[in-house]
């Protein structure tokens, strides 16, 4: 069975740096020829919605994460950074000078939704800027100059996020992209950001250092789009085409299946659906196909041996379980996971006090 450790918003990082604790944390999850995923990383100042998320737009941000890459490498494990921008997933009180958020739109996510705010509470999504057509080249730069930096801080890779309702989605979704300029309107349109993002940062690092994550049907956050299945393939489509005009393909696609559940909701999408949508995802790309989305030991297992993914990623699982893969080995019992100590900023408790096997009680 073949699997990584999935990106999970830790927020433990002060002044968007990493810790020391990050090094700890990536370090206990670490084994020889594991791969792991960081949380998501911000590309710049705008790119926040939660506090404490650490960046890697500054020299300061790429220094220190050099000791979480160099710890994971002790180890013997692979590690890419996760690139981030959550786009109008935020609030003013994460934007430099109090600005309004931006975004393909100038809608907000609706009442549905809760942002966390600095103090704890939660508070409601304001309206996003949406931006100009003359802005979209510097976010594109952005993404590009965020991978040059992984690369300087010893990331082995990136993976783009353009998944989950943050500011790519926002431009793939037409339940959210309601543009009228050359990024919004048809398909090859609301692709576009996103290819612009692939190609550029494919310029600077190489393709064999580069993945995208992507989740067409899940609507986190109004992620909506009419056509879920359409859109993936579109994206795919162009992947594919993008990987023979370079001569060398994408380290992977990550695709989330819609079984994501956030806060207690669950996507409305059917076994039958779920399964068509990603087989036929998987039949369409032309590369190494990653999924994740509530996977077991057990259907993990099973969707590498039926041939419906090469990787599986797992996130909340490994957080709870620093030594995942030796218990996903042996069958061993699982620790369950404390939701309510997801999003907190405690450097130990819920981050790196999970027990090792065998040394449950030691813990407790």
Same mark, same amino acid.
């Given at each position: ?23 700890e ?25 939660f ?46 000078g $109090?600005?309004p ?10 009442e ?11 508070g ?5 800027r ?23 801080a ?6 783009i996020h $353009? ?10 979704k037409?339940?959210?992209n ?27 690092? $190489? ?14 956050m109004?992620a ?5 299945l ?12 993008f ?6 393909? /994408? ?9 994501f ?15 068509? /949508? ?8 032309e ?5 994740s989305g ?22 909340r699982?490994f ?19 404390n ?18 096997? $065998? ?6």
């Amino acid at each position: 069975m073949q699997g990584g450790i999935g990106s999970h918003d830790q927020m433990q990082s002060a002044e968007r740096i990493p810790q020391a604790v990050h090094a700890e944390y990536y370090a206990q999850r670490s084994t020889q020829a594991g791969f792991l995923i960081t949380e998501g990383t911000l590309i710049s100042p705008t790119a926040s919605g939660f506090p404490h998320v650490p960046g890697i737009y500054s020299d300061e941000q790429v220094e220190a994460w050099r000791n979480v890459v160099d710890a994971v490498h002790a180890k013997g494990s692979i590690i890419f950074c996760q690139l981030w921008h959550v786009g109008r997933a935020s609030h003013p009180v994460y934007q430099p000078g $109090g600005a309004p958020p931006i975004s393909s739109t100038s809608k907000p996510i609706s009442e549905r939704w809760r942002i966390l705010m600095p103090d704890g509470s939660h508070g409601v999504y304001p309206e996003p800027r949406a931006l100009n057509t003359s802005e979209i080249p510097e976010i594109v730069q952005h993404y590009r100059q965020a991978a040059i930096n992984a690369v300087r801080a010893g990331f082995d890779g990136i993976e783009i996020h $353009g998944a989950h309702g943050y500011l790519i989605d926002q431009f793939l979704k037409d339940g959210i992209n309601d543009r009228t300029d050359e990024y919004g309107g048809s398909l090859e349109n609301r692709c576009r950001f996103l290819m612009q993002v692939v190609q550029a940062v494919v310029s600077a690092i $190489g393709a064999e250092r580069v993945a995208l994550r992507i989740s067409p049907a899940i609507d986190h956050m109004d992620a909506f789009d009419s056509d879920p299945l359409g859109l993936g393939l579109a994206v795919i489509e162009r992947l594919n085409n993008f990987q023979k005009e370079v001569g060398i393909k /994408l380290t992977y696609l990550h695709v989330t299946q819609p079984r994501f559940t956030l806060h207690d909701q669950i996507e409305t999408v059917s076994e039958e659906e779920r399964a068509h /949508l990603m087989q036929n995802l998987r039949k369409a790309y032309e590369g190494t196909f990653m999924c994740s989305g509530g996977f077991t030991r057990d259907s993990g297992m099973e969707a590498v041996a039926q041939g419906h993914a090469d990787l599986v990623s797992y996130g909340r699982l490994f957080i709870s379980n620093p030594d995942l893969v030796l218990r996903l080995k042996l069958n061993a019992p699982l620790t369950k996971y404390n939701r309510d100590t997801f999003y907190t900023q405690d450097p130990v408790i819920g981050y790196t006090d999970y027990p090792f096997l $065998g040394k449950e009680s030691e813990t407790n």
